[in-house]
């Protein structure tokens, strides 16, 4: 009888995808491959911009995972943590949101990274990213919203605040998404005639002192040339220092009224990673050669999140292309570790690197030689293309570009449906609220019906209790925890108000006396309301 290996992969991105598909194609019945991701389908990050600027219908730029890993379990849940002694993925999954274990005898961790804006001031709340598909989602709908208002609007300052777009970051991702965004703008900006041309203002910011470090000089000057051209002023050596809701600071003491400030900057590991005791460097895990974590033989991390050693010292770039060919190194190292034999090291010679810069045009660097303008665009379209997972989806890609030399773009705007941070829930009696053992969303408050709540106390004594019309619990659990002890169901037809879990710290920190009444609360004040027999089942 044949032992049976577990292979856990965290995350869905090209590193994650891409292992899955590698070990599918070559295991064996002995070897179960499940993939956990927060998201049901597979983007592909380079096209972004091009579905913020209307290029690309949002659903044709993406793939479901399932179709992509057909002999793949696919699992849409949140990783919360990974018992690295127990061999245990800690995940939350489903409405009930209850932790569960997912065994693994090797682990792949290819979460990437996410956007980490905590060190700029105002970025977290008045700045968009472009990591994922909403992202690029709510970017043109900002677009489409800022033409709409500057049209119209009679007050000279709103208007030149509504027509100033702003991106933090000089690297692939800022000058493809300022490329993109430029001739949206222009393309779409005969349709507003209350906008002139001079009315727009596009600001490219770069730390350091070109655009497109990665890249050699020249294609950087030919970068900055055509998007200075194309009316972008790059500011080269220059940081933002801070944000607001109506513009930016720089770290030279400009203002810059803005109503869109797109950030390409500021990333960082996922909270998980975070809490896992793993070497760490500069935010990434360190691995060795073969991409085994240093330390262990079962934990793998590649793409992104891992920091990469090349033969020849340098470090691997966060790119797609040795995203993918980590993913084969990764994949043909855990089967030979199965067979007990020694894993090999990584390595690869890129093709070479590419940029579009919109209109057009773009910069290759393929095998040694240097191309611009056009040429260099049509082999960016042509390379991308084919690194796309899946038929149909490239065929949808290419379908959208060719209508798209043809057609007008769309300025529809639709608005995104808003989740308020209090929400009301409704419960018919009977229904459980809570149970066991389930993560706490919220503080939650009974605003009509009556609540009861059983479970047992500390010292193994069961209890029950009432929760009437005013009252409300959450709080000790949110702040310990922030999973709860005991099960909570209707009695009567109940409405509640529920406080979103992170607008209740954010009213703690703000308001002294919202967090002294919640500190002045008794934590024992459920447990000790009324005993139950346990003979006779009832309260006492």
């Not at 061999?87 to 274990?101: A, E």
Request: charged share 20%; glycine share 8%; hydrophobic share 40%.
């Amino acid at each position: 009888m044949h032992t049976r290996h577990k292979v856990v992969i965290i995350g869905g991105g090209f590193a994650g995808v891409y292992t899955a598909r590698a070990l599918s194609e070559r295991m064996d019945q002995t070897i179960d491959i499940e993939m956990i991701c927060d998201r049901n389908y597979f983007v592909y990050q380079p096209l972004l911009p091009e579905v913020a600027a209307g290029t690309i219908n949002s659903q044709d730029a993406v793939t479901p995972l399932r179709r992509l890993l057909p002999r793949v379990r696919v699992r849409l849940a949140e990783v919360i943590g990974v018992d690295l002694v127990r061999k245990q993925v800690q995940i939350l999954q489903g409405r009930r949101r209850i932790p569960q274990q997912i065994h693994y005898e090797h682990v792949v961790l290819a979460s990437g990274q996410v956007t980490d804006l905590s060190r700029f001031p105002g970025f977290s709340d008045h700045s968009l990213t472009m990591k994922d598909l909403s992202d690029a989602y709510r970017l043109r709908n900002q677009i489409i919203r800022c033409l709409e208002l500057a049209d119209v609007t009679e007050f000279p300052e709103l208007k030149q605040q509504a027509l100033t777009f702003v991106v933090a970051g000089g690297g692939f991702s800022g000058v493809e998404t300022m490329g993109e965004l430029v001739e949206m703008v222009h393309r779409t900006r005969k349709l507003y005639p209350g906008i002139g041309e001079a009315d727009v203002r596009f600001v490219l910011v770069q730390r350091v002192d070109r655009i497109l470090p990665e890249m050699s000089a020249k294609l950087s000057r030919y970068a900055l040339q055509n998007l200075t051209r194309r009316g972008v002023e790059v500011k080269c050596n220059t940081a933002l220092k801070q944000a607001s809701a109506i513009a930016v600071i720089t770290d030279q003491g400009e203002v810059i009224r803005t109503s869109t400030l797109i950030t390409t900057i500021g990333n960082g590991p996922a909270p998980f990673i975070r809490q896992l005791n793993l070497p760490l460097e500069r935010g990434k895990i360190k691995v060795d050669g073969t991409l085994v974590v240093e330390g262990f033989c079962d934990v793998w991390a590649l793409g992104d999140i891992a920091r990469v050693p090349l033969a020849d010292g340098a470090l691997a770039p966060p790119t797609a292309q040795y995203a993918m060919r980590e993913a084969y190194c990764v994949a043909e190292n855990i089967l030979k570790c199965m067979r007990g034999e020694s894993s090999q090291p990584f390595a690869y010679k890129p093709r070479g690197m590419l940029a579009s810069l919109g209109n057009y045009a773009g910069v290759a660097q393929l095998y040694g030689l240097t191309l611009t303008g056009l040429p260099a665009w049509l082999i960016w379209r042509g390379f991308y293309i084919s690194m796309v997972p899946g038929i149909s989806t490239r065929l949808r890609i290419s379908l959208n570009w060719f209508f798209d030399y043809f057609m007008p773009r769309s300025t529809v705007y639709l608005e995104q449906g808003r989740t308020p941070a209090c929400r009301y829930r409704y419960y018919a009696p009977g229904e459980e609220v809570f149970a066991s053992d389930q993560l706490l969303d919220g503080l939650y408050i009974v605003m009509q019906g009556r609540l009861k709540m059983t479970g047992t106390r500390s010292d193994g004594e069961p209890f029950e209790r009432v929760i009437e019309q005013g009252d409300h619990w959450g709080e000790w659990i949110l702040t310990h925890s922030g999973v709860t002890t005991g099960r909570v169901e209707a009695l009567e037809p109940t409405k509640v108000l529920v406080l979103a879990r992170e607008d209740f710290f954010r009213l703690r920190e703000a308001l002294p006396g919202f967090a002294n009444y919640f500190s002045s609360l008794d934590p024992g004040r459920y447990s000790k309301a009324v005993m139950v027999d346990r003979a006779e089942g009832y309260a006492d």
